[in-house]
């Protein structure tokens, strides 16, 4: 049966707006799209009709360790299908599933189990993965995080290349800090095998990163989090960032990892053509205050911060209510923060094929949000799986 999506507002994803779409859905898949003044709603067709809402792609999370109790790392079935369902019901249709710096032998156990899940086809309810993002091992120890220092890696191509072959060349990202020794050599070796890189958890100076930039880096991981700090006499990898319009800059906006006003700078200075919304979320996410795992350790959840030993551990953010906060932080119109959950990480990881595009032929995975850029519905594969389905 088909089905037929209208709304105030379509955001396309390829920087279009139409307004009131109408969007023709046959088997789960998008057949076209048009307006209600040019198109007859099909006789028999069940209509969901969203008129105060803009209707856009769902969500890409370009960085997620886990939610709803499981963590990618475990690479079960069970685990990333939970996960899904739980990130679809917010909106989020793809993913890549972020690893955490781990002994080598885990890490590449683990892409090797999420390489062949990729590959699998999934529950028709549920988000996908559709790549990986290492995150780790080769991050500096000056700023880890939480990832385990004993675990770090010097950058080597052999150990990259071992973790590339182990997930069957689904790795798109990876983050890396540019100044320790062998890291130049990394960046130019991934950025030819098609593998984005990101630079983070990083003290890099200007000059560093600036090198880095030269052998492919595209992209800042967590922006601000796990960074030197801005100096204006060494601007570093942040003043770098911000100032570089070449580059792409992930930002955890949850008011946690950052404040508002740093929201703001962040958008100013990254634009709609270049920021990147992600919620870097841990197993925590959607779950009860307490204790979760991270990877391979422990992280303690209480009042919306993840911790281990007191430092940030992930969040437990969603990328709706990233969206609802980029909205009131900056006072962004949505369909701004609609470019920088939808178009701008699938432009940065090269993912042309039906991720971020509300267009003929793609996969009907779409949202409804209204104009504080709260979820009305998430509507994956033509179905609703939250939110109210009016009309
Ligand atoms: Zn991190």
Not at 371 to 375: E, F, I, K, S, Y
């Given at each position: 049966m088909a089905t037929v999506i209208t709304a105030g507002k379509l955001f396309d994803g390829a920087g279009s707006m139409v307004e009131h779409p109408l969007v023709l859905v046959e088997d789960g898949r998008i057949a076209a799209v048009s307006t209600r003044e040019a198109s007859q709603t099909p006789v028999g067709a069940r209509v969901m009709d969203f008129p105060d809402a803009t209707l856009g792609p769902a969500f890409f999370d370009i960085h997620i360790h886990g939610a709803a109790g499981h963590d990618v790392m475990e690479a079960t079935p069970e685990a990333l299908e939970a996960m899904g369902k739980f990130l679809a019901a917010h909106g989020t249709g793809a993913f890549l599933a972020a690893t955490v710096t781990a002994p080598l032998d885990a890490t590449l156990r683990a892409v090797e189990g999420i390489a062949k899940l990729i590959a699998q086809p999934m529950d028709n309810s549920a988000a996908r993965p559709v790549g990986i993002h290492l995150?780790?091992?080769?991050?500096s120890h000056a700023k880890r995080?939480?990832?385990p220092a004993e675990h770090l890696l010097a950058p080597s191509i052999e150990t990259f290349d071992r973790l590339f072959d182990a997930a069957e060349g689904q790795v798109r990202l990876i983050t890396l800090a540019p100044e320790l020794p062998g890291a130049l050599e990394l960046a130019r070796h991934a950025t030819e095998r098609g593998v984005r890189v990101s630079m983070g958890h990083s003290d890099a100076t200007a000059a560093e990163t600036r090198a880095a930039i030269a052998v492919g880096a595209v992209s800042s991981t967590?922006?601000?989090?796990?960074m030197r700090a801005l100096d204006h006499q060494e601007p570093g990898i942040l003043g770098m960032v911000l100032s570089d319009d070449r580059l792409f800059a992930e930002l955890i906006c949850d008011g946690v990892h950052s404040r508002p006003e740093i929201a703001r700078l962040w958008w100013r200075a990254k634009g709609r053509e270049r920021a990147i919304l992600i919620t870097d979320a841990m197993s925590a996410t959607g779950m009860p205050d307490g204790e979760y795992r991270l990877g391979g350790f422990s992280v303690q959840v209480a009042k919306g911060r993840a911790t281990h030993d007191g430092v940030l551990a992930g969040?437990?953010?969603?990328l709706d209510r990233a969206l609802e906060n980029f909205v009131a932080f900056t006072g962004a119109e949505v369909e701004d923060g609609m470019h920088l959950l939808t178009t701008n990480p699938s432009a940065m990881i090269g993912l042309g094929d039906g991720v971020g595009r509300v267009a003929a032929g793609y996969e009907a995975n779409l949202v409804a949000v209204n104009?504080?850029?709260?979820?009305i519905a998430s509507i994956v594969r033509g179905q609703v799986v939250a939110g109210a389905a009016a009309g």
């Open positions: 995150e780790g091992p080769f991050l995080g939480v990832h967590h922006t601000f989090n796990a969040s437990v953010l969603t104009a504080d850029g709260r979820l």
